[in-house]
């Protein structure tokens, strides 16, 4: 009997597995239901695990010590490397989650790796999800397009390349032939299966951001919810990415002839798929392609440079996804109106982020205030704008400063203006001299990270400063980055120079603004014509001074340049020559920004 028993519960199961079976491959919202479980579960897994492993790692951290003793030194190395380890493993599990589930995921995984003022070990972990992206089969694709369009691939398009030329968490691209005009075209659908999940998906993560929250309620991360839920439903959306598009070239139309600035034509644009021009070119930092075109990768830094300090101080309105993958470099097209030798290439417009006017200015000022030398009105006016531009105090005002410039913060009365045989620079246009090895930054970040309260103060820092400031800071961090991995030869001040004189012109701007508006409201006064010479001469100050430092700057940089290309042409002749002068035996470390946060 009992034998029977159990060899109807295995019929019963058996049925009962086959009937699932069964629906999940012939009952969509079934098998959807399933798929979302699944992704779910994946997600929270990883969620309760990392914070099991921080509840633990904390806990440990309070038996170190004794009370009302200061750690020692082996103790706080101890802890240093539990809380490193504790990111690394916490992150990797997060990962791992988010691979597998793909999609929405991904994006999430690419926002938490562009915040640089997260640890490193959460940034580093999280950055190959920029490259790691799975592209939908064709078969989906097409499906997705007859639903959509009422036409599928081959009623739309000659030539559609199977294997697309690029992949991202939302979309992917594929180069085609227009059937209509015959036109070399990029194609872009969104992936087939993100929409069916995409709400689900957002509730999980929302879940997950205010379950860590109410464990750790010093651990803020709502922030990353609320730029999501805001932004996420936009870049599904591709006809808001062809809108961000020409509302970008409107805003360069007068700068034609001053600008390589070259955005791609859209041809049309649906909500899941946008058809663009095709154009041939490489990664902007690709110095074999840039040599053998002939085009020199300091113009090129510094018009990256100008293009986005344009965007962000003047327009106030910037592209907010920028990376390497979305920036290509040509030789200039015959149609061109660039003043260089190349176009550069801005791909991808899906998130684009307004600026109000009081924090573009007040920024440009605080940035006007790092470029000059320290003193105590220097400092004072640092701190003071500051905490307009971010709500920033006097304890978290050096991490802040660290974040913008990718630096160790400079020398005021606040700090020592020595460490060990190396000097704290005193402006932006200090860095980069060589006032202090490695090492010794190594030692101060070191320090920085020693301090007690550092990761509360970072989310709390992510909780109160504007998401647009973040956004601007990554968009630093970018700048930053481009400009090591292109091997410049004018100095990492360079672009900080540019950024100045864009600062310049969006305050004298903002002034003259003011001044009509008191014109128009109170009449000519005396004040009113004093504050006009005031800001003019300051104006004409910066403008002066600033081209003065760029000229010395690119001087510098065409000699050192001269200089590798001798050096090559005595190690191996004129080829080790040219290949020394265009930075291709560079060696330069990548990617370090401030504090080594990443």
């Known amino acids: 009997?009992?034998?029977?028993?159990?060899?109807?519960?295995?019929?019963?199961?058996?049925?009962?597995?086959?009937?699932?079976?069964?629906?999940?491959?012939?009952?969509?919202?079934?098998?959807?239901?399933?798929?979302?479980?699944?992704?779910?579960?994946?997600?929270?897994?990883?969620?309760?695990?990392?914070?099991?492993d921080y509840k633990q790692v904390f806990a440990a951290e309070e038996k170190l010590g004794e009370p009302g003793r200061e750690l020692n030194e082996e103790e706080k190395q101890i802890r240093r490397k539990a809380r490193k380890d504790c990111h690394k493993r916490s992150a990797n599990r997060l990962l791992e989650a988010l691979k597998k589930n793909s999609g929405i995921y991904v994006k999430l995984g690419q926002h938490v790796a562009a915040v640089q003022v997260l640890p490193k070990e959460w940034t580093q972990t999280m950055t190959p999800l920029q490259d790691q992206c799975f592209p939908s089969p064709l078969e989906d694709i097409d499906k997705m397009l007859k639903e959509d369009l009422g036409l599928g691939i081959n009623d739309l398009f000659e030539d559609f390349q199977p294997n697309p030329i690029g992949v991202a968490s939302l979309a992917q691209?594929?180069?085609?032939?227009?059937?209509?005009?015959?036109?070399?075209?990029?194609?872009?659908?969104?992936?087939?299966?993100?929409?069916?999940?995409?709400?689900?998906?957002?509730?999980?993560?929302?879940?997950?951001?205010?379950?860590?929250?109410?464990?750790?309620?010093?651990?803020?991360?709502?922030?990353l919810g609320e730029e999501m839920n805001h932004m996420l439903p936009l870049e599904m959306?591709?006809?808001?990415?062809?809108?961000?598009?020409?509302?970008?070239?409107?805003?360069?139309?007068?700068?034609?002839?001053?600008?390589?600035?070259?955005?791609?034509?859209?041809?049309?644009?649906?909500?899941?798929?946008?058809?663009?021009?095709?154009?041939?070119?490489?990664?902007?930092?690709?110095?074999?392609?840039?040599?053998?075109?002939?085009?020199?990768?300091?113009?090129?830094?510094?018009?990256?440079?100008?293009?986005?300090?344009?965007?962000?101080?003047l327009n106030g309105n910037f592209h907010a996804d920028p990376h390497h993958g979305n920036l290509l470099i040509r030789?200039?097209?015959?149609?061109?109106?660039?003043?260089?030798?190349?176009?550069?290439?801005?791909?991808?417009?899906?998130?684009?982020?307004?600026?109000?006017?009081?924090?573009?200015?007040?920024?440009?000022?605080?940035?006007l205030s790092l470029i000059k030398k320290s003193s105590k009105k220097t400092t004072e006016e640092r701190r003071y704008y500051a905490k307009l531009v971010g709500n920033i105090d006097e304890d978290m005002y050096p991490f802040l400063e660290s974040a913008i410039t990718g630096q160790i913060n400079m020398a005021d009365e606040n700090n020592d203006p020595s460490y060990g045989d190396g000097v704290r620079p005193t402006s932006l246009l200090d860095l980069g001299k060589g006032s202090m090895d490695d090492n010794q930054v190594g030692k101060l970040r070191a320090a920085m990270m020693e301090r007690d309260d550092l990761l509360v103060s970072i989310f709390e820092l992510l909780r109160t400063?504007?998401?647009?400031?973040?956004?601007?800071?990554?968009?630093?961090?970018?700048?930053?980055?481009?400009?090591?991995?292109?091997?410049?030869?004018?100095?990492?001040?360079?672009?900080?120079?540019?950024?100045?004189?864009?600062?310049?012109?969006?305050?004298?701007?903002?002034?003259?603004?003011?001044?009509?508006?008191?014109?128009?409201?109170?009449?000519i006064s005396f004040s009113i014509f004093r504050r006009l010479i005031s800001s003019l001469w300051d104006y004409t100050y910066w403008n002066t001074?600033?081209?003065?430092?760029?000229?010395?700057?690119?001087?510098?940089?065409?000699?050192?340049?001269?200089?590798?290309?001798?050096?090559?042409?005595?190690?191996?002749?004129?080829?080790?020559?040219?290949?020394e002068a265009a930075g291709l035996r560079t060696k330069r470390e990548y990617g370090k920004t401030a504090l080594g946060l990443s």
């Open 237 to 313: 959306d591709f006809t808001n990415e062809a809108l961000n598009s020409k509302r970008c070239k409107d805003e360069f139309k007068h700068l034609e002839g001053k600008t390589s600035l070259y955005l791609p034509e859209v041809l049309w644009a649906e909500k899941r798929c946008m058809v663009m021009e095709f154009i041939e070119g490489a990664r902007v930092d690709d110095l074999v392609y840039l040599k053998n075109h002939g085009i020199d990768r300091n113009q090129v830094s510094q018009e990256l440079s100008r293009i986005f300090s344009q965007m962000v101080y």
């Open 1 to 52: 009997m009992k034998g029977d028993r159990r060899i109807r519960r295995l019929r019963n199961l058996l049925f009962f597995l086959t009937l699932l079976s069964i629906l999940y491959y012939t009952y969509s919202p079934f098998r959807h239901t399933v798929l979302a479980g699944v992704r779910c579960a994946r997600l929270m897994r990883a969620v309760l695990m990392d914070v099991w």
């Open 173 to 223: 691209v594929h180069r085609a032939i227009d059937k209509q005009t015959g036109r070399n075209i990029a194609v872009k659908v969104q992936h087939a299966d993100l929409k069916e999940f995409a709400k689900i998906d957002m509730q999980t993560v929302n879940f997950a951001i205010h379950f860590v929250k109410y464990i750790f309620p010093e651990f803020e991360f709502s922030w």
């Open 545 to 579: 001074t600033l081209g003065i430092v760029e000229y010395g700057m690119d001087m510098k940089a065409r000699f050192v340049k001269i200089s590798l290309w001798v050096h090559g042409l005595g190690k191996g002749g004129l080829k080790e020559a040219e290949d």
């Open 331 to 367: 030789p200039k097209a015959k149609t061109s109106t660039s003043p260089f030798n190349f176009d550069v290439c801005l791909l991808d417009h899906g998130q684009y982020f307004d600026i109000p006017d009081d924090l573009r200015v007040n920024y440009a000022h605080f940035w």
């Open 465 to 523: 400063v504007p998401k647009r400031l973040l956004m601007i800071l990554k968009l630093s961090d970018l700048q930053r980055s481009l400009d090591q991995s292109l091997a410049t030869t004018h100095g990492q001040s360079r672009i900080f120079v540019i950024v100045a004189r864009y600062c310049s012109k969006a305050v004298w701007q903002d002034e003259i603004h003011t001044i009509r508006q008191s014109l128009l409201q109170n009449g």
